[in-house]
């Protein structure tokens, strides 16, 4: 199994940008999903962004989608998102996850669900304040 480090967040004003990453030890799988989903407390873990590991598909939820760009180095086994016009609904701590592509709408492409990943770093706080 892979093992995920995130590591960038922090506490920014509302408005400001971070940049987090995601640097894993290796792919468990021939076509691999990276995501990032955040969890904020008292609320369910939900999907942020993925990309579809060398291939280069990306999904977001649409609450990120003009915000948020999810990016690869696949040299460096590290998927990074950039966070843009960070509002205080952000605030979360961030994780990063690894799993299996699948084939939708005729390509390869990510889920944006928690249950169809299964490596798991230790997560990055965010923090956004007025």
């Known amino acids: 199994q892979a093992q995920l480090v995130e590591s960038g967040g922090g506490s920014v004003q509302a408005g400001g940008s971070l940049k987090l990453s995601c640097k894993f030890s290796?792919?468990?799988?021939?076509?691999?999903?990276v995501g990032w989903f955040r969890q904020a407390p008292g609320k369910e873990r939900e999907g942020v962004a993925a990309?579809?590991?060398?291939?280069?598909?990306?999904s977001y939820v649409d609450l990120v989608k003009d915000r948020f760009t999810i990016s690869e180095d696949t040299a460096e086994n590290t998927v990074y998102l950039q966070m843009n016009s960070l509002a205080l609904e952000d605030t979360a701590m961030y994780y990063c996850?690894?799993?299996?592509?699948?084939?939708?709408?005729?390509?390869?492409?990510?889920?944006?669900?928690?249950?169809?990943?299964?490596?798991w770093g230790q997560g990055t706080q965010v923090t956004v304040s007025s």
């Open positions: 996850g690894q799993g299996r592509a699948w084939f939708l709408d005729d390509g390869w492409n990510c889920r944006l669900d928690a249950d169809y990943y299964e490596s």
């Open positions: 290796r792919v468990n799988y021939g076509r691999a999903c």
């Open positions: 990309i579809y590991f060398r291939g280069g598909s990306t």
